[in-house]
């Protein structure tokens, strides 16, 4: 399995399958309703988000209303030393009835619980008690179990911790010479600009969906839209961001 996704990974344009492939490898250990991978900036706030079995409603919903209030959020991490996190020790059953995120994000969404599986850099930190105190993660899967299924067993976890450390070893060397879509972009010689309120949150979509290959006939069907409406929006983000085709939209977004 490492070799697979690591072969996977080797080539910058062959990413997305090797993400693909640690995606499907946790769908079979641990069996998550949904997955989304993300990646951490240095200032712990997520981004690049990669969405498997979750609607993008949903999704939607968390970055606009509740991403601050999300007990697992990035922001936290530093004060965790695993590399695999639980609802239940972020936010204990206890404490969900006084909680907004369970009550009106999780609970609504019939999610059950939780996962955070990390990919640590060691490179960018001294590595301590268990190998990864000093390392910051820069990446990171969330796993959901939405209902009916039950919450994560204690044999889900040790699944999780036994293949986070193969997943780590295959993805972060490709991590580091891949990007997310930027939240700036440089104009001039000093200046950034912060692009993303720029773009839309369908707009990202789509963003997303070229970088991964997709032609507007396909981004159509699987955002249900018409394809003259994929072509509008291209057109705005083009103006936006002052390219004038797809390849240039992916290098000021991605690369």
């Not at 640690?22 to 981004?47: K, M």
């Not at 409603?57 to 030393?81: G, N």
């Not at 994929?230 to 002052?242: A, D, P, Q, W, Y």
Request: charged share 20%; aromatic share 6%; with cysteine.
């Amino acid at each position: 399995m490492l070799n697979t996704i690591r072969d996977e990974a080797a080539s910058q344009s062959a990413f997305m399958p090797a993400l693909g492939a640690a995606v499907s490898t946790l769908a079979q250990l641990v069996r998550p309703s949904a997955t989304v991978f993300y990646w951490v900036g240095a200032d712990n706030e997520p981004s690049g988000f990669e969405l498997f079995g979750m609607a993008e409603t949903m999704h939607r919903t968390y970055l606009q209303r509740y991403c601050t209030l999300d007990p697992m959020h990035p922001s936290r991490f530093s004060m965790q030393t695993g590399s695999v996190l639980t609802l239940a020790g972020a936010l204990p059953e206890t404490a969900r009835g006084g909680s907004v995120y369970w009550r009106r994000f999780l609970n609504p969404h019939q999610v059950v619980d939780v996962m955070e599986v990390l990919l640590r850099d060691g490179t960018q930190g001294t590595q301590g008690t268990q190998g990864t105190q000093g390392t910051r993660p820069v990446a990171a899967f969330s796993l959901l179990r939405m209902a009916p299924a039950e919450a994560f067993s204690v044999n889900d976890q040790q699944h999780a911790r036994a293949v986070q450390p193969l997943l780590e070893a295959a993805l972060v060397p490709a991590l580091r010479d891949q990007r997310p879509m930027r939240t700036h972009v440089r104009i001039g010689a000093d200046v950034d600009a912060d692009i993303r309120p720029n773009l839309t949150h369908r707009e990202q979509q789509i963003a997303r969906l070229v970088r991964n290959g997709l032609s507007n006939k396909e981004i159509a069907r699987d955002l249900a839209l018409a394809q003259p409406t994929v072509k509008t929006h291209l057109l705005r983000m083009f103006r936006k961001l002052g390219v004038s085709s797809r390849t240039e939209m992916i290098g000021a977004l991605f690369l």
